[in-house]
């Protein structure tokens, strides 16, 4: 079981918007500005697309956005790209048990 | 440009052991935390540890904690994973990553395959 908490799934049919949260609580997501977001295509590596909740790499497309509210932390992917179809992944600092690093369970987007 | 390379990946059995490498180039490898990250088949990512720039820190998932261990080496530009005790669970691709702060990666490699299997 993840420490945190994401919908297995997400689709969209392209030029529309998604969302995909990100749940924790007040000793990970909650309590520190540490998420990010990676996006992984089959057989690749992870890709930062997010870092310190709303923060993109240079390079990363402004349809990419983070935000956070509370103990959930959210992805929105604006004017879907058939390019964007793939696995998408929160992680955040976290003080509980091991102190480091933990991830969601992953979302899979469907670009339809 | 970044590259992470990782090898050491192999075929153990239980018990066994196996040491992987990540050699560094194209960046300032002595500024950077550096982490392992795993990937079971079909499963989601894991962080499994990371190290600080000088080596003075070291933070481990539970799950590896007496079993692994991270280190690194400034004169060569690599880390390095020793893994003792291995489990079936343990199975995955192994992913080295620079790590501008403890809990985020900007850079990944490409991975090595660890099977932990009789």
């Known amino acids: 079981q993840s420490a945190l908490t994401q919908p297995a799934s997400v689709s969209g049919s392209p030029g529309q918007s998604i969302t995909i949260s990100c749940t924790g609580t007040?000793?990970?997501?909650?309590?520190?500005?540490?998420v990010s977001w990676y996006q992984q295509h089959p057989g690749k590596a992870p890709k930062l697309i997010i870092h310190?909740?709303?923060d993109r790499p240079s390079g990363i497309s402004n349809r990419f956005s983070g935000s956070k509210s509370g103990n959930t932390a959210s992805l929105t992917i604006s004017g879907l790209q058939a390019e964007d179809e793939g696995d998408y992944y929160c992680?955040?600092?976290?003080?509980?048990?091991?102190?480091?690093?933990?991830f969601g369970g992953g979302t899979k987007l469907t670009v339809l | 440009e970044v590259q992470l390379v990782e090898s050491g990946g192999d075929l153990v059995q239980p018990g066994g052991s196996l040491r992987l490498s990540c050699e560094a180039s194209?960046?300032?490898?002595?500024?950077?935390?550096m982490s392992w990250v795993r990937q079971a088949p079909g499963k989601g990512l894991e962080w499994v540890a990371n190290?600080?720039?000088?080596?003075?820190?070291?933070y481990y998932v539970d799950s590896v904690k007496g079993r692994f261990t991270v280190s690194r080496d400034k004169a060569k530009n690599s880390l390095f994973l020793q893994m003792n005790t291995l489990r079936a669970e343990d199975t995955a691709v192994y992913y080295c990553?620079?790590?501008?702060?403890?809990?985020?990666?900007?850079?990944w490699g490409q991975g090595t395959l660890v099977i932990v299997s009789s």
């Open positions: 310190d909740v709303s």
């Open positions: 007040s000793t990970d997501v909650g309590g520190y500005n540490y």
């Open positions: 990553a620079r790590s501008p702060s403890p809990a985020k990666s900007d850079s």
């Open positions: 190290i600080n720039q000088d080596g003075s820190e070291k």
């Open positions: 992680g955040s600092y976290t003080t509980r048990g091991s102190l480091g690093w933990v």
């Open positions: 194209g960046f300032t490898f002595s500024i950077y935390w």
